[in-house]
């Protein structure tokens, strides 16, 4: 059994920052990659960041030069640092991993609401 969970969300202002966490537990022998998903009101999910076990990174464009994702690989942990937060980065973020075997799970998602 493989547990995801994502913590850190809240609520940020325009042009703050705040750091989103997820960790994984259980029966995790291999770690490919973390990502980083969020659904924003009206629109689907869509990927933010994402990081593999060998460090590569990716993101999207609309947070590129904004957030850094980075992980520790022995805590099965990734972490999503959000600085220059924007209205609409307000949404429901969620940590989804590729392990082993290719077994994938996400999280139960944590709230971002960024507001004045």
């Known amino acids: 059994q493989v547990q995801v969970v994502e913590s850190g969300g809240g609520l940020g202002q325009p042009g703050g920052s705040l750091r989103l966490s997820c960790v994984a537990s259980g029966n995790i022998f291999s770690f490919y990659a973390m990502r980083w998903y969020r659904q924003t009101p009206g629109k689907q999910r869509e990927l933010v960041a994402s990081?593999?076990?060998?460090?590569?990174?990716f993101y999207a464009d609309f947070v590129k030069g904004r957030f850094t994702i980075s992980g520790e690989n022995a805590k099965n942990t990734a972490y999503l640092q959000m600085d220059r937060l924007k209205v609409e980065d307000t949404g429901d973020y969620y940590c989804?991993?590729?392990?082993?075997?290719?077994?994938?799970?996400w999280g139960q998602g944590t709230q971002v609401t960024v507001s004045a």
């Open positions: 990081i593999t076990s060998g460090g590569s990174t």
């Open positions: 989804f991993i590729i392990i082993g075997g290719g077994r994938e799970y």
